[in-house]
């Protein structure tokens, strides 16, 4: 038993969203009870004290869209990559990478992007992996990984066609196996989905053996409308937009998550609406590829959940709602607008998409809702209350001011030191696969 306090409370549950000199007891792998610290004290004097240092208590932050097969990418450059569009991008880096990943790369790969969000507090990931070298056992690899490292994981594969239909066919196996797994292992903290790429690198009769794979087990992870590609390979092959291939597909659905969703019609966002679908939106990689602000605000105006992701690009999801917010702002020519759509992208809209997969409460903190708590070592010189708390956190907080993450119970993260990983080794490991990478895309030793 964990009492965590010395802090101001921020708990996402409107019932009771604030305690000044709060804090959170947990029992087990949830929560027992928020209060006052005073009170929360004196009836638990024998639960183990965490102190925040005067900082602020919250939920774990959840990241609704990453990669990890790009983890080793950071400070990379790949002779003869110049990029002037979205495919060019695709094809020189980001396939270019994961046509080079072995089991042990996408290990390296999973540790690398899994530590990350642990210091950033991310206690929950959803992850959308390609590894075209060794598809086999790749979403295992992740799976083993992110169970020693304690993070909740969603996990999938990328299925495309893009490197032949034997390549495509593994994927789908992948997903299928995996799923399989998850599904009879109900593993409270490892869950499945069924990936896809982007819609121009998938056909129909591809579309129809993902389905038939999946037999209903789970719901589909997708990239759609990131590009334009996808709008104009559906209405010159198929004769209609993107998302309406995924309704004629069996796609759509409840658990289905749909990244990007830049190009879409207002047609498509009532099909998305109307099927229940989800979203998630992902700013900085959109700002970085050059391929447009989604219509976020419009999306949510018309009822869809649409949740906040990083696409990689970063682990800090603070990070990513700073780049949601300016970039709405800066497309709309209103400074007035986002603030709502930003706050409940990150912590009322991701906490929806990973309740319906991990069967219970997150994002969080009330009675019988999942252990994951953060403290921010955030000690601001301006009035810090419920009423400007998410001011605060869009313009003071970032994920490096994070320095005890705790997930499901269990303390991963103790001011700013592991508790279950080797991080000297680990990262050691990690740029020893980083540089057998970097020498195989360079033809040079690192």
């Known amino acids: 038993?964990?009492?965590?306090?010395?802090?101001?409370?921020?708990?996402?549950?409107?019932?009771?969203?604030?305690?000044?000199?709060?804090?959170?007891?947990?029992?087990?792998?949830?929560?027992?009870?928020?209060?006052?610290?005073?009170?929360?004290?004196?009836?638990?004097?024998?639960?183990?004290?965490?102190?925040?240092?005067?900082?602020?208590?919250?939920?774990?932050?959840?990241?609704?869209?990453?990669?990890?097969?790009?983890?080793?990418?950071?400070?990379?450059?790949?002779?003869?990559?110049?990029?002037?569009?979205?495919?060019?991008?695709?094809?020189?880096?980001?396939?270019?990478?994961?046509?080079?990943?072995?089991?042990?790369?996408?290990?390296?790969?999973?540790?690398?992007?899994?530590?990350?969000?642990?210091?950033?507090?991310?206690?929950?990931?959803?992850?959308?992996?390609?590894?075209?070298?060794?598809?086999?056992?790749?979403?295992?690899?992740?799976?083993?990984?992110?169970?020693?490292?304690?993070?909740?994981?969603?996990?999938?594969?990328?299925?495309?066609?893009?490197?032949?239909?034997?390549?495509?066919?593994?994927?789908?196996?992948?997903?299928?196996?995996?799923?399989?797994?998850?599904?009879?292992?109900?593993?409270?903290?490892?869950?499945?989905?069924?990936?896809?790429?982007?819609?121009?690198?998938?056909?129909d009769a591809t579309f129809e053996k993902m389905v038939r794979a999946n037999d209903g087990m789970t719901g589909f992870h997708i990239h759609v409308a990131e590009g334009m590609n996808d709008v104009y390979d559906s209405l010159r092959n198929y004769g209609c937009r993107p998302v309406n291939r995924l309704l004629y597909n069996g796609i759509l659905g409840e658990k289905t998550l749909l990244g990007h969703c830049i190009h879409i019609s207002p047609a498509e966002m009532d099909i998305i609406k109307e099927t229940g679908t989800m979203a998630v939106n992902n700013p900085e990689s959109n700002m970085g590829n050059a391929v447009g602000c989604a219509p976020v605000i419009e999306m949510m105006k018309r009822g869809i959940v649409v949740g906040l992701g990083t696409d990689a690009y970063t682990a800090d999801m603070l990070e990513s709602q700073k780049a949601f917010l300016t970039i709405?702002?800066?497309?709309?020519?209103?400074?007035?607008?986002?603030?709502?759509?930003?706050?409940?992208a990150l912590f009322e809209n991701n906490a929806i998409i990973a309740a319906k997969y991990f069967g219970k409460e997150v994002g969080v903190l009330k009675k019988g809702a999942a252990a994951d708590v953060i403290i921010v070592d955030y000690h601001p010189y301006t009035p810090f209350s419920e009423e400007n708390a998410d001011g605060h956190i869009l313009f003071g907080m970032s994920g490096r001011d994070v320095r005890t993450t705790i997930i499901n119970g269990t303390v991963v993260y103790l001011d700013r030191q592991f508790t279950k990983i080797d991080e000297e080794a680990m990262n050691a490991e990690i740029r020893e696969q980083a540089k057998c990478l970097w020498g195989e895309l360079n033809h040079r030793k690192y």
């Open 1 to 203: 038993m964990y009492l965590i306090g010395n802090g101001s409370l921020l708990t996402r549950d409107r019932a009771h969203p604030f305690f000044q000199d709060g804090a959170v007891l947990i029992e087990g792998e949830t929560i027992k009870e928020t209060g006052t610290e005073k009170e929360l004290r004196k009836k638990y004097p024998q639960a183990d004290y965490i102190n925040a240092h005067g900082g602020i208590i919250m939920p774990g932050l959840i990241n609704a869209h990453t990669h990890i097969y790009s983890a080793l990418a950071r400070g990379l450059s790949i002779a003869g990559n110049n990029p002037r569009n979205f495919l060019e991008i695709l094809e020189g880096t980001w396939w270019n990478i994961d046509r080079h990943l072995s089991l042990e790369m996408t290990r390296a790969s999973a540790w690398a992007t899994i530590m990350d969000s642990i210091r950033n507090g991310v206690t929950t990931i959803f992850d959308h992996h390609a590894s075209f070298f060794e598809i086999e056992g790749s979403l295992f690899a992740i799976r083993d990984a992110a169970k020693q490292a304690g993070i909740r994981a969603c996990l999938c594969y990328e299925v495309s066609e893009r490197d032949g239909m034997e390549k495509c066919d593994a994927a789908i196996a992948e997903n299928a196996a995996f799923a399989r797994w998850a599904k009879e292992a109900d593993d409270g903290m490892i869950r499945a989905m069924f990936g896809g790429h982007a819609l121009f690198t998938i056909s």
């Open 328 to 344: 709405q702002r800066h497309n709309a020519c209103m400074p007035n607008v986002g603030w709502n759509e930003a706050v409940s």
